[in-house]
């Protein structure tokens, strides 16, 4: 009908936030495809993801039935966005062996707290490193705490909440804190190879739960990570932010690895499952992910050449 009516136009149609375009789309070599040519004349753009936009109906619906100072409720989203990451990694919520699954992982399922007071997260945090999860609620309005396990979300946002998803799944793959030995607590090197790679774990399920997610250039992975005794005393937050940054490193490169089918969902939940309360097992897997990133850039540049 409107070509008819505009003869002498090309009509161009765009579509928005169709779910199998999106998906497709996800499993691109780029940082973050907004939009895709269906055909010759009809595009669709993308400016949310199905989590975000499903997430938004719900809030919607949940907002015509609530008190008008009742806060949102996240705990749906966060339970979701859990389910979908076990799917992904086949990990059965309810398998009672502790071999290649979790063990009655369905009883280990976070509480959820929205919107509750500053002094309650003061009580959530008592006994453990405050100041880097009030830094990082400050940063990102949510953040998993292990020692309680349980979330708290004072502002919601779906890249950091999935990114606190993962972590929560490696924890509870572990037995939660009780599977944390008193030694990975103290010893310091010990402590930042653990955080570089429940770090990555966390980077990778961000970007299966949230495509969208902006990736991190593998370089910042450093070339060896036989850090001296030096930088390991630096204190908590700094000896966290650089295993942040290692730990996305190898989380995005790891990603890239799953993507390229050099690395399977068994191989992911192994490392899900890995317990890194034993005596050097966080630094083997730090290096075998960092070993694995070496032979893919040699692979890469021979090919190349």
Same mark, same amino acid.
Request: hydrophobic residues 35%; neutral net charge.
């Given at each position: 009908?409107?070509r008819?009516q505009?003869?002498?136009e090309r009509?161009?149609?765009?579509?928005?936030?169709?779910?199998?375009l999106?998906?497709r789309?996800a499993?691109?070599?780029q940082?973050h495809?907004e939009?895709?040519?269906v055909e $010759?004349?009809? /595009?669709?753009?993308?400016?949310?993801?199905p989590?975000?936009k499903? #997430?938004?109906?719900r809030l919607?619906?949940?907002r015509w039935?609530?008190e008008e100072d009742?806060?949102?409720?996240?705990?749906?989203?966060?339970?979701?966005?859990?389910?979908?990451?076990? $799917?992904?990694?086949d990990?059965d919520r309810?398998?009672?062996? +502790?071999g +290649? *699954?979790p063990k009655f992982?369905?009883d280990l399922?976070?509480?959820i707290?929205?919107?509750?007071?500053?002094a309650h997260? $003061?009580? !959530?945090l008592?006994?453990t490193d405050?100041e880097a999860?009030l830094?990082k609620?400050?940063?990102?309005g949510s953040a998993?705490?292990p020692d /309680?396990?349980?979330?708290y /979300? $004072?502002?919601?946002?779906?890249?950091?909440?999935a @990114? @606190?998803v993962?972590r929560?799944?490696?924890?509870?793959?572990?037995?939660l804190?009780r599977?944390n030995?008193?030694?990975?607590?103290k010893? +310091?090197?010990?402590r930042f190879?653990?955080?570089? /790679? #429940?770090?990555a774990?966390?980077?990778f399920?961000t970007?299966v739960?949230?495509?969208a997610?902006?990736?991190?250039?593998?370089?910042?992975?450093?070339?060896?990570?036989? !850090?001296?005794q030096e930088?390991?005393?630096i204190?908590?937050i700094?000896?966290? %932010?650089m295993a *942040?940054q290692v730990?996305?490193?190898?989380?995005n490169?790891?990603?890239?690895a799953?993507l390229?089918?050099?690395?399977t969902?068994g191989?992911l939940r192994?490392l899900?499952?890995a317990?890194l309360?034993?005596p050097g097992?966080a630094?083997e897997i730090?290096?075998e992910l960092?070993?694995g990133?070496r032979? %893919?850039?040699?692979?890469?540049?021979?090919?190349a050449?």
């Amino acid at each position: 009908m409107l070509r008819a009516q505009l003869p002498g136009e090309r009509p161009l149609t765009v579509l928005q936030n169709v779910d199998a375009l999106y998906w497709r789309a996800a499993g691109e070599h780029q940082e973050h495809v907004e939009a895709v040519c269906v055909e $010759r004349d009809v /595009v669709c753009v993308f400016n949310s993801t199905p989590l975000e936009k499903y #997430e938004n109906y719900r809030l919607c619906l949940a907002r015509w039935n609530r008190e008008e100072d009742e806060a949102p409720d996240a705990g749906p989203t966060i339970y979701n966005l859990i389910d979908g990451l076990l $799917r992904f990694l086949d990990i059965d919520r309810y398998s009672s062996h +502790n071999g +290649n *699954q979790p063990k009655f992982l369905v009883d280990l399922l976070p509480e959820i707290y929205c919107g509750t007071s500053e002094a309650h997260l $003061r009580r !959530l945090l008592s006994g453990t490193d405050g100041e880097a999860v009030l830094l990082k609620i400050e940063e990102r309005g949510s953040a998993y705490l292990p020692d /309680v396990n349980a979330f708290y /979300v $004072r502002e919601f946002q779906m890249m950091y909440v999935a @990114e @606190e998803v993962a972590r929560f799944l490696h924890h509870a793959c572990r037995g939660l804190p009780r599977a944390n030995t008193h030694s990975e607590k103290k010893e +310091n090197s010990g402590r930042f190879y653990c955080l570089s /790679v #429940e770090y990555a774990l966390g980077y990778f399920g961000t970007r299966v739960l949230y495509p969208a997610r902006p990736q991190k250039d593998e370089s910042l992975a450093p070339a060896k990570l036989d !850090l001296n005794q030096e930088t390991l005393r630096i204190d908590g937050i700094k000896s966290e %932010a650089m295993a *942040q940054q290692v730990g996305y490193g190898l989380g995005n490169s790891l990603y890239d690895a799953y993507l390229e089918g050099r690395v399977t969902r068994g191989d992911l939940r192994r490392l899900f499952l890995a317990q890194l309360g034993e005596p050097g097992k966080a630094r083997e897997i730090c290096l075998e992910l960092m070993n694995g990133v070496r032979r %893919a850039k040699k692979k890469a540049r021979a090919a190349a050449g």
